[in-house]
């Protein structure tokens, strides 16, 4: 507990030590609360993600993960607290919310990709509408991305002709195009068959690799544990856990974690 | 449309309440006998052999394919010519609205009976239970359970499908209004009016359907 | 009572030409009522979806009004009861110098008439769509009035071909009551070759087989079309 305090302080407080520079939080969450009416979804959710770090949240369902990764890009608004993504907050008035969700990418469990448009035409319809990209360096941003993850030759295809697991990774090949400054998953190999999943982890894994920001809801463990930095656990609308991936998978220091990750990992 | 005479209105309220008696009348039995015809067309579309079958598609997919105001003619002419005498307008329009509305009942039931898992059928069969049997009991009363909003829904429709008995001059509620409205000279009054009453009654009866499907949904 | 039977009648001037004006007329109710009511009723339907509370009472208020009265008698208060209504000058210019009041007021009644269902099926055609498509538009940054316009408004109208030929079916059908103003289309024109003939066997039943042709027509062009843009990889079309 001792070294994420630490970390948690460092990121808050301005530069403790001269020597490393430490970057400004890309996403900083501060007493973060919502509520459907009388029913608390968060309550008082504090976290924050450096530039380049990869944050898994993990929790049983209905801990509201999803709600706080949603929360992020104001997909879900909430009723107190603050969010802020590189010096913008996502709950004032005035900010350009449509603006800033494009500079963050999102990955959706049930992809969402666009049924009546190409694989080409998903990824590239942002990009010309919103960032007002020609359709040529569109289309060949859209190309790139696409043999990166591995589905050069699907370009004319639409989605419905793909699996769940390519789907995805155009999908993900989507976010990427916007160049965003961070990523945010939710749940993303939830809705895979078992096979497939790997293949979007890989990606997942290289993303991380190349210093992506990624705030990551998911069930798979071991993507946590040797990919991401930190893992934040939840629990009834609460934060329990915040740390190391490594410390809290060798000792998490509440009952509830431990409980969770004996069920989870005993797949 | 201001001078609302009150003696005209005590004087043309009997007249109005018996086009609107007749609105009623054809409603209901309209939808009795439409709705039999329909169910036994959807049966025979399902269960019955090629011939059959074919026969009761046609005869849906014909009727829904013309006007109402047209079968409405067909059978102001055809029915007296067929018994030999002339006969009222309320006969003959009552017999084109139950032609007409069955081939819309039919296929609402027909879906219905299309939703029912197929194994119930198989079920009560394997019971012993003779195909007739079969569907009387176990198939339909799933199915118009099932549609019953959709069947309500199409009998609002019929409610308002009544008005066009205008054009062979039977006196509903729609064609009493327009007969007083021209008598007394009060147009935008009347038919005003008229706009209100079917407001009121159509509105309530909708969303007492909606209320009935909500509560069917809920448990 | 017997009947005399005489099927020359359907192809002997006049009645043939009455049967065609009859056609026409037909045709062009319902072709202009069918674009008034596309354009209003995909309005009120994407209305009905919107995020603003006003613009959800608005379009409910619509439909509401227009599904619960009769078609005829909709008919009756555009062609007597607006004139009166309007300010004077307006009012009589329609009585009066209007041309061919009667189709206007046929078109606008069916029109508006037939867009609160067409609302009502474009409501339910984007509503079926669910709501991770309109989040994942709104995740890369799309305002709300283009992820209608590339999005939801696409896939909605693959959804809402099927109810929208039989509503444009209904349209065909309902043109039928224009003769209750004085329009003699198809069906007026077969009443009127009817009374003046006696030979109303043979008159409905070119009528009727008119309607059939057209229906036919109708449903498999736009069964054609539904081929055309369907989504390519999803459930073929029988």
New interface residues.
């Given amino acids: 507990m001792t070294i994420s305090a630490v970390r948690l302080a460092s990121n808050m407080a301005s530069p403790i030590v001269p020597a490393a520079v430490e970057q400004p939080a890309t996403i900083e969450i501060a007493r973060l609360s919502k509520n459907y009416g009388a029913i608390e979804v968060l309550n008082d959710c504090s976290m924050s993600i450096r530039k380049g770090e990869a944050v898994v949240v993990c929790g049983p369902s209905g801990s509201g993960k999803s709600t706080l990764l949603k929360c992020v890009?104001g997909?879900e608004t909430f009723q107190s607290g603050s969010i802020v993504v590189d010096s913008v907050s996502v709950g004032d008035r005035n900010t350009d919310l449509?603006?800033?969700?494009?500079?963050?990418?999102?990955v959706?469990q049930?992809f969402?990709?666009?049924?009546?448009l190409s694989v080409l035409e998903n990824i590239t319809?942002?990009q010309v509408?919103?960032?007002r990209r020609s359709k040529a360096e569109a289309g060949e941003k859209a190309m790139t991305l696409l043999r990166r993850v591995g589905l050069g030759d699907k370009a004319g295809?639409?989605?419905?002709?793909l699996s769940g697991g390519q789907q995805q990774r155009v999908a993900i090949a989507?976010?990427l195009a916007?160049d965003p400054i961070a990523m945010?998953f939710d749940e993303p190999t939830s809705a895979l068959d078992p096979e497939m999943i790997k293949d979007v982890l890989d990606v997942m894994t290289e993303l991380a690799g190349d210093g992506m920001t990624m705030m990551v809801v998911t069930h798979e463990m071991g993507f946590a544990r040797h990919v991401a930095d930190r893992v934040v656990f939840m629990d009834g609308g609460r934060i329990l856990e915040d740390a190391p991936s490594s410390v809290f998978f060798a000792q998490p220091s509440t009952e509830r974690a431990r409980v969770f990750l004996s069920k989870i990992l005993r797949q | 449309?201001s001078d609302v005479d009150p003696d005209l209105i005590k004087a043309v309220a009997p007249f109005l309440w018996n086009g609107l008696l007749t609105s009623f009348g054809l409603l209901l039995l309209a939808m009795a006998g439409g709705g039999l015809l329909g169910t036994v067309l959807a049966v025979m579309r399902i269960a019955g052999p090629r011939p059959v079958a074919g026969l009761a598609a046609g005869y849906v997919n014909?009727l829904?394919?013309?006007?109402?105001?047209?079968v409405i003619?067909?059978f102001y002419?055809?029915v007296?010519?067929v018994i030999?005498?002339p006969i009222g307008a309320f006969t003959s329009a009552l017999v084109a609205f139950v032609i007409f509305e069955a081939a819309y009942y039919a296929e609402i039931i027909r879906a219905g009976i299309q939703s029912v898992p197929k194994q119930q059928l198989a079920a009560a069969l394997a019971s012993g239970l003779g195909p007739l049997q079969a569907y009387r009991f176990v198939i339909l009363p799933q199915a118009v359970r099932k549609m019953l909003p959709i069947l309500l829904s199409q009998s609002i429709a019929l409610f308002?499908?009544t008005?066009?008995v205008?054009?062979v001059g039977l006196h509903d509620f729609?064609t009493a209004v327009?007969v007083t409205a021209n008598r007394e000279g009060h147009?935008?009054g009347f038919?005003?009016f008229?706009?209100a009453v079917?407001?009121a009654l159509?509105?309530v009866a909708?969303q007492s359907i909606q209320l009935l499907n909500r509560q069917s949904v809920s448990p | 009572?017997t009947?005399r039977w005489d099927w020359s009648v359907l192809v002997s001037e006049p009645y043939l030409g009455w049967l065609l004006t009859g056609l026409g007329w037909t045709l062009l109710v319902a072709g202009a009522a069918w674009v008034l009511a596309l354009a209003v009723g995909v309005t009120v339907g994407v209305l009905r979806t919107l995020p603003n509370r006003a613009a959800r009472t608005f379009g409910t208020a619509y439909v509401?009004?227009f599904?619960?009265?009769?078609?005829?008698?909709q008919l009756?208060?555009w062609y007597?009861?607006l004139p009166?209504?309007l300010p004077a000058p307006v009012g009589n210019w329609i009585k009066r110098d209007l041309p061919l009041p009667e189709y206007w007021t046929a078109v606008i009644g069916l029109g508006l008439f037939t867009a609160a269902r067409v609302a009502e099926q474009t409501r339910a055609g984007i509503q079926a769509i669910g709501r991770?498509?309109a989040?994942?538009?709104?995740?890369?940054?799309?305002?709300l009035a283009?992820s209608y316009r590339?999005?939801l408004l696409?896939?909605a109208a693959?959804n809402v071909l099927p109810p929208l030929t039989s509503e444009f079916?209904n349209v065909v059908?309902?043109?039928?009551?224009a003769?209750?103003i004085g329009l003699l289309e198809l069906?007026g024109q077969?009443?009127q070759i009817?009374s003046a003939t006696f030979h109303?066997?043979e008159a409905?039943t070119a009528?009727?087989l008119t309607?059939?042709v057209?229906?036919?027509v109708v449903i498999v062009a736009l069964r054609a079309v539904e081929r055309l843009v369907a989504?390519?990889?999803?459930m073929a079309r029988a």
């Fill in positions: 890009n997909l449509t603006r800033l969700r494009s500079r963050i990418g999102m959706f049930h969402e990709l666009y049924p009546h319809l942002a509408k919103v960032l295809c639409h989605p419905a002709q989507r976010a916007m945010l | 449309m014909g829904r394919s013309v006007p109402l105001i047209m003619f067909w002419l055809l007296p010519l030999g005498r308002q499908d008005s066009l205008y054009v729609m327009s147009l935008v038919y005003l008229a706009v079917y407001f159509c509105f909708s | 009572m009947y509401e009004t599904r619960n009265v009769p078609l005829l008698l009756f208060v007597f009861v009166e209504l991770g498509q989040m994942a538009a709104a995740a890369s940054g799309m305002t283009q590339y999005i696409p896939i693959r079916l059908k309902n043109s039928s009551l003769l209750t069906t077969s009443r009817e109303g066997i409905f009528a009727t309607y059939v057209l229906t036919t989504i390519p990889g999803l």
